[in-house]
């Protein structure tokens, strides 16, 4: 199984940290946010990697090359279409083959076991689209989930604070078929010009395509300001595993 990567954002939230630096090579205790993930896929068993670049993404490709040393291959798509989640990821489709793939948001530092627990599960109950999910107080910056049982019913894309109405956020962690490709194909453009990825999701779920989730374990953050970062890098309690 191949992995997509969206590192492709201008991290507006991160400036000036930003001005000059991909979000993805920002440091987080010494690392860049992408060498989590990168090493957390190939603890996974997954090799192949694509990273979906544009915001400063030759300084990305830059320094990771190929990834050979780094014991992985990996291949780069410039996202040159519109801004947005579901766009990154058609930039990736024409060199992923027709397999089941891995999908990350670039900035979400996560315990590693998520990625080896969310393959299982799709091998053990195969679906359209496999969702990591997490638990938050507001997932209000992100997308609020809305689940029975194994399944998927409804995503809020950034609700009101305090009203999301669940405490499940979208965790940026996927496993997708094509079904979801063509779905982000025929989403369209969002009220803000970009083609997100939660659309296609929704359209899923209305189509009644088979939208199941799975509880993100231990530790996950997503590195989304200064602030962020800064607490990472001063926290005791930052995963060993991750060190």
């Known amino acids: 199984m191949k992995a997509v990567i969206v590192a492709a954002g201008r991290g507006k939230r991160l400036m000036p940290l930003t001005s000059n630096c991909p979000k993805p090579l920002l440091q987080v205790r010494g690392r860049p946010i992408l060498d989590y993930l990168l090493h957390g896929l190939k603890h996974a068993g ?31 798509a410039w996202q040159d279409g519109p801004d947005g989640t579901g766009s990154a990821l058609l930039a990736a489709a024409s060199i992923l083959g027709k397999d089941p793939f891995m999908l990350l948001w670039g900035d979400v530092i996560m315990d590693p076991l998520n990625y080896t627990r969310i393959l299982q599960q799709f091998e053990q109950t195969p679906c359209d689209l496999l969702s990591g999910l997490n638990w938050l107080e507001d997932p209000s910056s992100g997308a609020a989930v809305f689940v029975e049982r194994n399944r998927i019913v409804a995503i809020r894309e950034k609700p009101p604070t305090g009203l999301a109405g669940s405490h499940w956020n979208q965790g940026g962690l996927f496993v997708c078929t094509q079904v979801v490709i063509t779905a982000v194909r025929e989403c369209g453009l969002s009220p803000r010009g970009e083609i997100e990825f939660t659309s296609a999701v929704q359209n899923l779920i209305a189509s009644g395509a088979d939208v199941q989730w799975m509880p993100i374990e231990r530790f996950w953050t997503d590195v989304g300001t200064p602030e962020v970062i800064a607490s990472l890098n001063t926290d005791p309690c930052f995963p060993e595993i991750l060190r």
Request: net charge negative; glycine share 10%.
């Open 46 to 76: 997954i090799n192949e990697i694509i990273i979906v670049v544009r915001y400063l993404g030759e300084k990305i490709m830059a320094y990771y090359h190929d990834g050979l040393n780094l014991g992985v291959k990996i291949e780069y």
